[in-house]
């Protein structure tokens, strides 16, 4: 394995493979968070010429060991049984097969690695021959650098953060047992500061928020009281100050007493800035010294490998079809309905604006908005998993993981049951051991328990959101009434969309009329 410098050599790849681009934007620089996802109105840019090659297959299995072999002896007997009993036994043994050659091929994603290898990782294409020449131009067109500043990402980029030490591994109860060198020790405590940086830029961005609205009522009443009625019959001379002056005055002397106070927090906080920035450039100078000095090690990038395979079996299902490698039969023809990085932001951002407080955290009362890294996985899955809500170490700032199926059999209820999924963990680590009864998981199991319901009662609520979003959103009444009245209070729908339901029926017009009764009592 080469050192962590090699990388880059993947980056050049990248660049060759995309259309030319002005934008230094890349899956890896960090950008400024915005308040809404960016509609993306272009989705596939220009074909390139992936599948010309006639030895791609060749290039593709090759330099792999025995797994090149297997692979190619097991997939040239599925193509060329008849006998259904048979081809179904073959086709058990190539899903191993194909998950061991293209764990191989990641090891190696720290060298220069043949596009044909890295399309198999990133999309499941073993042959360019098992695909339709429709399905060949469309995934040519596919747009490969992440010019979109969100955290959305192929399998073969995923493991490449993993590799940078970019991103942590994802969790697993494995890696609990396992010992921690001094490179992972260093990780966690620059993830730990970096969180503690992360939070008090919020405090210090929430006290200068404050200060500039004080500052504005400040104005507004110092240019009240500089209003003055003159009087005609005195020489035009100005006469004492008007009642709402007087308020004025009282008024300013507070905005002052507030200003003082909130400066003198704002430099409490820069002062913690500096020292927490020292400290990072300290662990920084550490952690270089280490990836100079340290190669990549490829049993993390397997390691990672393996997790995301854990994933892809979840977002599959037991009863689903598991088949690895990328066929014509299987993929469906509209580009829409593909697990495309733009499409997930398009969908994410229509959930979102029926669920405006999906991705909000709060924490020591600032409210920060924080999408969650999303890995988009090459299988045939039907859902859309958390893996986790934020990261164990880091509960204030972390993204917390998605994976969503690149061939699902729909791509909007695949990306609802992952933010599901995400808001029902986030609300139970929120609660904690006390889940089954505080908060919205706490309502709902409540609910559950009373109706004597069988099964996982996560699984209950992800498909309960999934028609609050979908259906409920449009006035369709599908949920339970009592689910109803949870989902309103603690999963609101922005305003406009409730003042519009109202007029759809007497149960939304009950539920609006509550809200109203409840904020004139002082709110919920």
Not at 38 to 55: E, H, R, S, V, Y
Not at 253 to 264: H, K, M, P, Y
Not at 349 to 356: G, T
């Amino acid at each position: 394995m080469g050192k962590s410098g090699s990388i880059s050599d993947f980056d050049s790849l990248i660049n060759q493979l995309d259309e030319p681009s002005n934008k230094k934007s890349s899956a890896n620089t960090v950008q400024k968070p915005q308040d809404t996802f960016k509609l993306i109105t272009k989705i596939l840019g220009d074909p390139k010429p992936f599948f010309n090659d006639k030895d791609y297959y060749k290039k593709a299995i090759s330099n792999e060991g025995e797994y090149s072999k297997k692979i190619h002896e097991l997939l040239t007997q599925f193509l060329s049984v008849k006998d259904p009993q048979d081809r179904s036994i073959i086709r058990g043994r190539i899903i191993p097969a194909f998950w061991n050659l293209s764990a191989s091929i990641a090891s190696k994603l720290g060298q220069e690695l043949p596009y044909c290898k890295v399309l198999l990782l990133r999309f499941g294409i073993l042959s360019p021959s098992l695909l339709t020449a429709e399905q060949r131009n469309l995934i040519s067109r596919v747009i490969y650098k992440n010019n979109t500043g969100e955290p959305v990402y192929y399998l073969d980029e995923w493991l490449i953060r993993i590799a940078r030490g970019m991103e942590n591994p994802s969790a697993t109860d494995e890696l609990k047992k396992t010992t921690k060198d001094a490179t992972q020790k260093l990780t966690a405590k620059v993830d730990k500061v970096k969180s503690q940086k992360d939070a008090e830029i919020a405090v210090l961005r929430s006290k200068v928020d404050m200060r500039t609205a004080l500052e504005d009522q400040l104005y507004q009443a110092v240019d009240l009281i500089r209003q003055h009625t003159a009087f005609p019959e005195l020489d035009g001379l100005e006469g004492e100050y008007r009642p709402e002056q007087r308020k004025a005055l009282t008024d300013v002397a507070e905005f002052i007493r507030r200003l003082q106070t909130t400066d003198r927090d704002i430099a409490r906080t820069v002062r913690s800035l500096d020292n927490i920035t020292q400290h990072m450039e300290t662990l920084s100078d550490k952690s270089d010294s280490y990836s100079e000095e340290t190669p990549v090690d490829s049993t993390v990038i397997v390691s990672e490998f393996n997790t995301l395979r854990q994933m892809s079996k979840l977002c599959v299902g037991r009863k689903g079809n598991h088949f690895p490698i990328a066929m014509q039969s299987y993929i469906r023809p509209a580009y829409k309905e593909l697990g495309l990085r733009e499409n997930i932001i398009n969908v994410m951002a229509s959930v979102e604006a029926l669920d405006p407080g999906l991705f909000l955290r709060t924490f020591k009362g600032i409210t920060s908005r924080i999408v969650p890294n999303v890995l988009l996985l090459p299988n045939y899955g039907e859902f859309g998993i958390c893996w986790e809500p934020f990261e164990r170490r880091n509960r204030t700032t972390s993204r917390g993981r998605l994976a969503i199926p690149l061939y699902p059999k729909s791509l909007r209820l695949a990306v609802i049951c992952a933010l599901g999924d995400l808001r029902w963990q986030v609300a139970k680590e929120k609660a904690q051991h006390h889940w089954m009864e505080e908060g919205i998981t706490g309502k709902y199991y409540m609910w559950f328990s009373d109706k004597k319901l069988k099964g996982d009662v996560k699984e209950y609520f992800i498909n309960d959101y999934i028609l609050w979003i979908t259906k409920e959103s449009t006035g369709m009444q599908k949920l339970d009434r009592e689910v109803r009245g949870i989902f309103w209070r603690s999963i609101p729908f922005p305003q406009k969309i409730k003042d519009n339901l109202k007029n759809r029926g007497f149960v939304y017009n009950e539920l609006y009329k509550k809200d109203q009764n409840i904020a004139m009592s002082d709110g919920y």
